[in-house]
């Protein structure tokens, strides 16, 4: 039993809302919220054991809202070349302190916040020409991030971007390039000794809440300003590194 019950399970079904709406099609920073919220709670290493069985479940409600849109070709790129990163994360996870690896999601959510507070100029600066080993650049370092804290959104988002895809299309092959790498961290996670099902009977009553934030997601998709939602979101991020940090 977590020695805050009341933080823990508020935390916890804060964070599956979020997991579901981002899957939904709100997408952004939602997703990358996650980890690092629930890091505030519990130890990092067991947030990753505990996230990914519920970014599992919210996936097969993600594919099956988009089935069949997805770019099977950018797949192709993006797949294989996350193994590299998805190995490296690991081989960082079973080196790396507690502490280390709190200190390290701090970064990462610190990068990805100095990312989407200068992402419309980043993008506005770079002219950008198509290569196929760009998407390879990509799966490594999505792999790497996601495996270490579950936020391989941003490098993902900016390639797809890049490649001018409709957002249903972009929605779509998101969705099912982060349910196969999720599927593909499951025996790296075993070896690495953080997946652990009996931390998810801890939350099991909450697991409703995923179809229906899934669905809550696609209809604020069209409905919410999608720019102040974001923008607090990149506070909480904000706010949850410096917390992590101390």
């Known amino acids: 039993m977590p020695d805050n019950p ?22 952004g920073a939602a997703g990358a919220a996650a980890t690092p919220l629930m890091a505030l709670v519990m130890p990092v290493e ?10 599992m479940m ?18 192709l790129l993006l797949v294989p070349a996350s193994l590299i990163g998805i190995t490296a ?15 390290g999601l701090a970064v990462i959510v610190i990068l990805f916040v100095l990312y989407k507070l200068f992402e419309t100029r980043i993008q506005a600066a770079v002219t950008y020409h198509p290569r196929p080993w760009h998407g390879y650049l990509t799966g490594a370092v999505a792999g790497f991030t996601s495996t270490l804290a579950h936020t391989g959104g941003p490098p993902v988002a900016i390639y797809l ?7 249903r299309v972009f929605v779509a092959t998101s969705a099912v390039y982060f349910a196969l790498i999720n599927w593909l961290k499951v025996p790296y996670y075993i ?13 099991i ?16 998709s069209t409905r919410i300003d999608k720019v102040t939602f974001e923008r607090v979101i990149i506070g ?11």
Request: positive net charge.
């Open 205 to 220: 009553w909450l697991l409703p809440l995923i179809p229906l934030s899934v669905l809550a997601g696609r209809w604020l």
């Open 161 to 167: 971007l890049m490649q001018q895809v409709t957002p």
């Open 46 to 55: 067991q947030v990753l054991g505990l996230m990914l069985p519920l970014l």
């Open 89 to 103: 994360g690991t081989a960082l996870l079973t080196s790396i302190s507690p502490n280390g690896l709190r200190k």
């Open 58 to 75: 919210a996936d097969v409600f993600a594919v099956a809202s988009h089935w069949r849109r997805w770019d099977n070709r950018l797949l």
């Open 236 to 246: 909480l991020l904000a706010a949850s590194a410096v917390l992590l940090l101390r």
């Open 6 to 27: 009341v933080a823990f399970y508020t935390i916890t079904a804060f964070v599956i809302f979020l997991i579901g709406i981002s899957k939904g099609g709100l997408g």
């Open 191 to 203: 070896y690495a000794g953080v997946l652990d099902l009996n931390e998810l009977r801890q939350v």
